[in-house]
């Protein structure tokens, strides 16, 4: 027997909750487009993110160690797959709808640019005067603008809600001046989920990779409460941190972690009783939370973390780097313009020179961009 789109949204119906956004009640697409037989609208806009080239470049940039660094660490696409996980496991739990949480989980790095954060902070530094360079922002202009593979339309003409839920990753970018989104109201439930996704699976997997990397360590990070109750909850009683006990403290910690955001959400929504998915959106507050002690502990995570991985020496030279290379890379590019490859080169009549830099150098893989930097500057490597 063979589920059509009609019989998988009344699944839908009848088993999600009241406050989730079911694909039969979708709001459509800027560009009309017949819906599939067997997939539902939110599903087939997870596929369409999947087969799109940005979600490929995902695999050579860099999540915290630049990608020539070891064939361990995470990566932007391994960060978001761990994302899309856990949120599919928090989505099914509190009967929200996983299909879009997953495509807001798959879609939420894809403007990224090569080299992480400090790829993003040279280039909103270098586009201050010229409107800045957000990465959430980028993500969006990824799926409605910027990937070519449709004869009709720019982008990949995902679902409103998708749209929505993209724009809304957290984020201060004015999106009132967006067509379509509301500005004043805050995400959806699957939205939420997958914001906190993203933070819970970035705090375990860069204690993970520090570690991996020797620049935490077991004692450093003993002065965290966090780390402590995951010590008690495993047994732990010190020594050498081998390589099993290590996915034991990041198993234990993502599944506490997620523990608390089910228990600290269901009790907002046992509160709200929200009988739609707008009672969740024009809520005064996100529904998704950890309860108190846990932001607490999460908060002073975040801040260990700043001062002994994110500054830590290694860490500052790659970001160094990094932006050492996007600058030239920049510069030359506003210098002549002409450098761009052709389909960028051919908007330069009708756009803004300095945002199409921005996209071509947003677009890049970390590897690509260091090649580009040698055929830029390098007199023994071929244009």
């Known amino acids: 027997m063979i589920n059509t789109r009609q019989q998988l949204e009344e699944l839908e119906l009848r088993n999600l909750h009241s406050y989730a956004l079911c694909s039969r009640d979708s709001r459509g697409r800027f560009h009309h487009d017949h819906e599939p037989e067997y997939r539902t609208a939110f599903q087939r806009d997870r596929d369409r993110i999947v087969h799109s080239a940005a979600f490929r470049r995902l695999e050579y940039k860099t999540q915290v160690f630049v990608n020539d660094a070891g064939d361990y660490y995470r990566t932007r696409l391994t ?4 994302v899309a996980q856990i949120g599919r496991t928090i989505a099914r739990a509190l009967g929200a709808n996983e299909d879009l ?3 807001i989980c798959l879609a939420h790095d894809l403007g990224h640019p090569p080299f992480g954060h400090a790829g993003e902070h040279i280039l909103d530094r270098l ?4 409107g800045g360079f957000n990465h959430n922002h980028q993500s969006y202009r990824v799926v409605t603008e910027l990937e070519r593979r449709y004869v009709g339309w720019k982008g990949l003409n995902l679902t409103f809600e998708s749209l929505e839920g993209i724009a809304k990753h957290e984020t201060h970018f004015n999106w009132s001046t967006i067509k379509g989104i509301q500005a004043d109201t805050r995400g959806s439930l699957e939205a939420q989920i997958a914001n906190i996704s993203d933070d819970l699976a ?3 997997h860069d204690i993970d990779d520090g570690l991996q990397a020797g620049i935490l360590t077991p004692e450093q990070l003993s002065q965290l409460a966090i780390w402590r109750t995951l010590c008690e909850r495993i047994a732990w009683q010190g020594g050498t941190l081998d390589e099993v006990t290590r996915h034991r403290f990041i198993r234990e910690q993502i599944g506490m972690q997620v523990d608390d955001v089910l228990q600290a959400t269901s009790e907002k929504l046992a509160d709200l009783n929200p009988l739609s998915p707008m ?3 024009t809520h005064h507050e996100n529904v998704v939370t950890h309860s108190p002690i846990f932001k607490e502990q999460n908060r002073a995570l975040k801040q260990f973390l700043y001062e002994n991985m994110y500054y830590h020496f290694r860490i500052v030279r790659m970001s160094q780097r990094a932006e050492h290379f996007i600058s030239d890379i920049f510069n030359s590019y506003v210098k002549e313009p002409r450098q761009l490859p052709t389909e960028y080169r051919t908007q330069l009549s009708t756009q803004d020179p300095y945002r199409i830099v921005a996209d071509y150098i947003a677009s890049m ?3 690509e961009a260091l090649l580009e930097h040698r055929r830029l500057f390098d007199p023994l490597t071929r244009p």
């Open 202 to 204: 970035y705090n375990a």
């Open 101 to 103: 949480v997953e495509v």
């Open 365 to 367: 893989t970390d590897r």
């Open 127 to 130: 586009m201050s005067e010229h």
């Open 79 to 82: 960060h978001t797959l761990e």
């Open 279 to 281: 009672d969740i959106q």
